[in-house]
């Protein structure tokens, strides 16, 4: 996401740590490239414009002139101003009322059956009692999509086939949920364009009747400066409350993000990064903005990881490696582990640098390496993988011929974990023999 307006601002950036000395000369030359780059990101220009002239007033102030370090300034400059046009702090969601209705409203083709869904799923996992309502009743099989996504979630879908009363299925919605004990209603409604006024006076009605605490404009992030067209029309209209930015992973320019919250006044609440259920994480300004300026995102990294792997698990596998019982059934789990955090690319990406780490980098590589080793692993039975110590050299060929690999990667792979288990034997004693000295070396004060 914002592959192209990164890059950019990076050289910018690379330029500015050089610099001795800050003038308005070189600090104009620098701006001109920072305004080149939101444009080309597709940023609003009125919301470019006052970008860089909030961003030049402070970087010629006498703090900055007179610092140590002046490029370093303009860089935190920067970053500050950026997350204040992105929206200082995370909103959060209000659900109040009995039921909690959540109104999803936007353009055609913008996203909204796949984020009602995507926000059930997070919703439930905080312990909410979600009902998803099908209320889309103008596209084709959009109920059933719906509903095969709440299987799929395990979220009941309250649906009317059939039926083209919107406010009916409002009322029968309410009345559902209060008969089934659900607390929250996430309402997906059909796209409409913004001058589509009998549609759109259609959501003002469903909105009077099940009185939203949160009315939330699903936007296409590849929509760009027109998403300020898009956002106003639907607020003048509804009163949105917050956006949800969609499809973040394939635009690499990110123009409604940087364009929305400036001009609307509305917070980003939420974003889509993905196709699968998980792809779909809070909005955080001061994250995004790390992200963007090539900082990294190491707090979501760390979320992400603890809600994907089993803390049990992880656990049991520490205490395996400490006492140097780690076996090739382990090695299987903890590879499983890795790929629930999503593909070997995002993950690093969220690491400081590491958009530069990748560059020029042949993941893919990495990821086919992983899945050959988990063919391997796979092609082992249980026993095997227990006691790798009864892999001989005919078990080794038939475990070859089942992953489609040749015998010496099956070789290869036992060796680096002998050597893997090896080190971690060897960690052990040396922290049971450091336990012996109370933390110290033997013969010294330390």
Same mark, same amino acid.
């Given at each position: 996401m914002f592959d192209s307006l990164?890059?950019?601002?990076?050289?910018?950036?690379?330029?500015?740590?050089?610099?001795?000395?800050?003038s308005e000369s070189n600090v104009s030359d620098s701006l001109r490239d920072v305004r080149l780059a939101l444009l080309e990101a597709d940023v609003h220009f009125k919301v470019a414009?006052?970008?860089?002239?909030?961003?030049?007033?402070?970087? =010629?102030?006498?703090?900055?002139?007179?610092?140590?370090?002046?490029? #370093?300034?303009?860089?935190?400059?920067?970053h500050d101003?950026?997350?204040?046009?992105?929206?200082?702090?995370?909103?959060?969601?209000? =659900?109040?009322?009995?039921?909690?209705c959540i109104l999803m409203c936007g353009l055609h083709g913008s996203g909204?059956?796949?984020?009602?869904?995507?926000?059930?799923?997070?919703?439930?996992?905080?312990?909410? #009692?979600?009902?998803?309502?099908?209320?889309?009743?103008?596209?084709?099989?959009?109920?059933?999509?719906?509903?095969?996504?709440?299987?799929?979630?395990?979220?009941?879908?309250?649906?009317?086939?059939?039926?083209?009363d919107v406010l009916k299925i409002g009322r029968d919605a309410l009345a559902h949920a209060a008969a089934t004990a659900r607390n929250t209603l996430i309402f997906d409604t059909a796209g409409r364009l913004q001058i589509d006024e009998p549609l759109v006076q259609e959501l003002v009605r469903l909105k009077d009747l099940i009185q939203p605490s949160e009315i939330l404009l699903v936007l296409d992030s590849a929509t760009g400066q027109e998403?300020?067209?898009?956002?106003?029309?639907?607020?003048?209209?509804?009163?949105?409350?917050?956006?949800?930015?969609?499809?973040?992973?394939?635009?690499?320019?990110?123009?409604?993000?940087?364009?929305?919250?400036?001009?609307?006044?509305?917070?980003?609440?939420?974003?889509?990064?993905?196709?699968?259920?998980?792809?779909?994480e809070p909005f955080h300004p001061e994250r995004m903005a790390q992200r963007i300026l090539g900082m990294g995102d190491v707090i979501t990294l760390v979320e992400k990881a603890?809600?994907?792997?089993?803390?049990?698990?992880?656990?049991?596998?520490?205490?395996?490696?400490?006492?140097?019982?780690?076996? =090739?059934?382990?090695?299987l789990s903890q590879l499983r582990e890795m790929k629930k955090l999503g593909p070997l690319e995002d993950v690093v990406k969220l690491l400081p640098g590491g958009s530069d780490m990748i560059k020029g980098a042949d993941l893919s590589k990495s990821e086919r390496e992983f899945k050959?080793?988990?063919?391997? =692993?796979?092609?082992?039975?249980?026993?095997?993988?227990?006691?790798?110590?009864?892999?001989?050299?005919?078990?080794?060929?038939?475990?070859?011929?089942?992953?489609?690999?040749?015998?010496?990667?099956?070789?290869?792979?036992?060796?680096?974990?002998?050597?893997?288990?090896?080190?971690?034997?060897?960690?052990?004693?040396?922290?049971?023999m450091m336990g012996k000295f109370g933390g110290k070396m033997p013969g010294m004060g330390f």
């Open positions: 990164s890059s950019r601002l990076q050289n910018v950036f690379r330029n500015l740590r050089g610099l001795g000395k800050i414009r006052d970008f860089i002239e909030s961003v030049k007033t402070k970087a =010629l102030g006498e703090q900055v002139l007179q610092s140590v370090q002046p490029g #370093q300034q303009m860089v935190k400059i920067i101003e950026l997350v204040v046009l992105l929206g200082t702090e995370n909103a959060g969601i209000q =659900l109040s009322g009995s039921p909690a909204k059956t796949t984020s009602s869904a995507k926000l059930a799923r997070l919703l439930q996992k905080q312990g909410r #009692q979600v009902l998803l309502v099908a209320a889309d009743v103008y596209r084709p099989a959009a109920m059933d999509q719906l509903k095969v996504l709440g299987d799929k979630l395990d979220i009941p879908v309250f649906l009317q086939p059939g039926e083209k998403a300020v067209n898009v956002a106003t029309h639907f607020d003048q209209a509804l009163g949105v409350t917050g956006a949800i930015l969609t499809k973040l992973d394939g635009d690499a320019r990110g123009g409604a993000a940087l364009s929305f919250r400036s001009v609307v006044g509305k917070p980003i609440k939420f974003m889509g990064t993905g196709e699968k259920p998980e792809d779909f603890a809600e994907a792997v089993d803390q049990k698990k992880a656990m049991e596998l520490e205490e395996k490696m400490r006492k140097g019982n780690f076996t =090739l059934e382990d090695f050959r080793m988990e063919g391997i =692993l796979c092609a082992m039975t249980p026993k095997e993988r227990n006691h790798p110590e009864i892999l001989n050299g005919k078990r080794r060929i038939r475990i070859a011929k089942g992953s489609g690999v040749n015998v010496a990667e099956v070789n290869n792979l036992l060796k680096r974990f002998d050597e893997m288990r090896d080190m971690m034997r060897k960690m052990n004693k040396f922290q049971k």
